[in-house]
């Protein structure tokens, strides 16, 4: 037994020392990447240190899945060496990892021909393959590429694996037989075990390295070459099953299979109906605005994680949960018969920013075979061709759930994380972050410098990242004491620590929202800025209970703060609404004579129906709140059919613009 071990002992160091060697072709494989870089690499050498550091991890990952098997094959092998021979333990990891560094080369290689035609990493467009026309893009292919002489690389290539692989497997000689005890031998396979599983993790963190790539550098190139080719991968199988499971009819689910017409004349506002261009009825102008032709406002609409409103009921001088928010909300246009398009952040930022609605049961656009999608009617655009500078601005990384990639298409001049606030602010990254982000003052002051500096008139769309599990708040700041009245408590379940923690975070994030606002109208960006706030969702129903969970349990605020000057009259700020009316009701507050597309409506608009829908199925009319098909008043079945038909018009949206892009 001691003399096996140690040959046992032998292939397994061999095996570490052909781990390391394939890490570093994989390292290969990303400076690659660099051929197709811009010349203008905005970086410092430590972004360069950082993204080949956390590639390397990233590697190490997939080096750990792929060690993992042949390690607890070893040890079955010797604890059962009597009826398996070693040589046959040496044949089988030699077929193992020459098939598998095979197939990892083969998603590292196509991962670079992917990004040298879509200039993107990996995703779910790699399925168009063999959606789209197979022989087609064979024949674009031959035309583009030196077929010859990648296939006699490739051939090169597999035979120096093959060569490589062979040599840390099958030729184990010049074993040194040494006496190892059973104890040591346990501990031997136990540190393996445990370094094998931590270098899948990554991370001593709270999420795992592969939970979603963090940006490491304020160049987004260099974002997209830390990140690993076979995770992409996996992620983009994923979103290709869910987008396959989930890529429903809702036009005729929602009644108008053949009468999609009916569905625009029902969201439409106008009195006349353009059967030839079904779209230009969802086109609208705003007015021609004098003051606003000669002083253009900056338009800041900040999404506070989390942000409800049913809590805020309880705000008083024990429960001050607001805050600096306080103040501004009681002083400005707040909109409280509002609510979220969606319960997911992800799902009521898209439709925002798109002016659609929320579709129930689907993938998010920015993973799906949407992502690479330029939409027409996309918020920014509209404000990117009157003349304004355009930025998507979230808190933490770029890559969670791919809104860098995919909101640089929808008409942001600038798409910016984490990374940039840190290099913009000089922050240390320790004490200036939490787990899913910056702590949301250093984003406000982020935001604040963009605003001072600005050329010219600014729209900036924030997400914020506090108010978010594990509820961590700066060290320095100073929190004012939360005492639950009885009537808040009867309202609660749940451990009440946990959701005094919570709600501590909620305090933070709700002040730091209001000491921005304190500093643009301090200062002279007062004069010319108008200031939405808004929420994703209202997450704190989980642990809370409500008196009317229908009419309560969705809602988040809709505020606007607009300089005096411009501010209009006589404003009905309990007309409901949800998301798809944000950006409609701001075009024609901040742009003279612009055109736009738009499921929603303009809030401030007396002549029109509104209402508000949520994919849950929960709609609000100015009857009140109820769920889908069960309208009872003349106005709630008017809001019923509203959602039937704008659910069905984002459906033909959508789809008519993804089959105009694949044409």
Known sequence: MQSKFSYYLALLKNLIVLQFVFLSVMSLFRLAFFKFASSEIRADFIDYINTFLLGLRLDLSILGYVFSLPLLFLIFAYILNRFISFTFVKRA????????????????????????????????????????????????????????????????????????????????????????????????FFILILLTFLAIRGTFGLFPIYHWTKDVAHDNFLNKISKNGVYLFVEAIKQYKKSKKGEVDYIKEMGFSSKIEEAFKIVSNKKSFDKTDLINNITYNTRYNEKLEKNRLNVVVIMVESFGMPILKYQS????????????????????????????????????????????????????????????????????????ETSFIYGGELSWRNVGNFFSKQGFDNVEGKANILYELSLDNRSSTHDWGVYDQYLYDYILKKLQNAKKPQFIFALTTNNHPPYAIPKNYKSKKLIFSEELKKHLRGDLELIKKRLYDYQYA???????????????????????????????????????????????????????SFKPKDIDAQVPGSHKDIMPTLYNLTLSNAKYIAVGTNLLDKEILHCGFNDKGIIISKDGAFRFKKAKSKEQKKCQEYYKAALAVTDYLVKKQLTQTSQ
């Open 93 to 188: 990891l030699f077929l193992y990892f020459f098939t598998f560094y095979l197939f990892i080369s083969l998603i590292l290689a196509s991962d670079i021909g992917f990004f040298s035609y879509f200039g993107d990493r990996i995703n779910i467009m790699i399925f168009g393959i063999f959606d789209d026309d197979t022989k087609a893009l064979w024949e674009i292919a031959k035309k583009n590429y030196n077929l010859f002489l990648i296939f006699t690389a490739a051939l090169v290539y597999i035979f120096i694996i093959y060569k490589l692989v062979k040599k840390f497997t099958l030729e184990i000689r010049d074993v040194e037989v040494k006496d190892y005890g059973i104890l040591k031998q346990i501990s031997i």
């Open 317 to 388: 001088y024990n429960f001050d949960i607001m805050r600096r928010l306080k103040k501004h909300f009681e002083n400005d246009i707040l909109f409280k018969n509002f609510i979220s398009t969606s319960n997911g952040t992800i799902v009521s930022l898209e439709p925002m920013l798109l002016n659609l609605v929320a579709r129930p049961r689907s993938v998010p656009y920015a993973q799906s075979i949407y992502q690479n999608i330029s939409f027409k009617q996309a918020a920014a655009k509209v404000y990117q061709k009157n003349g304004y």
């Open 510 to 564: 709700l002040d730091m929202a209001g000491r921005f606002l304190d500093m643009v109208k301090s200062s002279p960006l007062g004069e010319n800025t108008l200031v939405v706030i808004t929420a994703d969702n209202n997450t704190i129903e989980g642990v809370m209970h409500y008196d009317n969970y229908v009419e309560e349990s969705k809602k988040i605020p809709f505020y606007i703060y607009i300089p005096k």
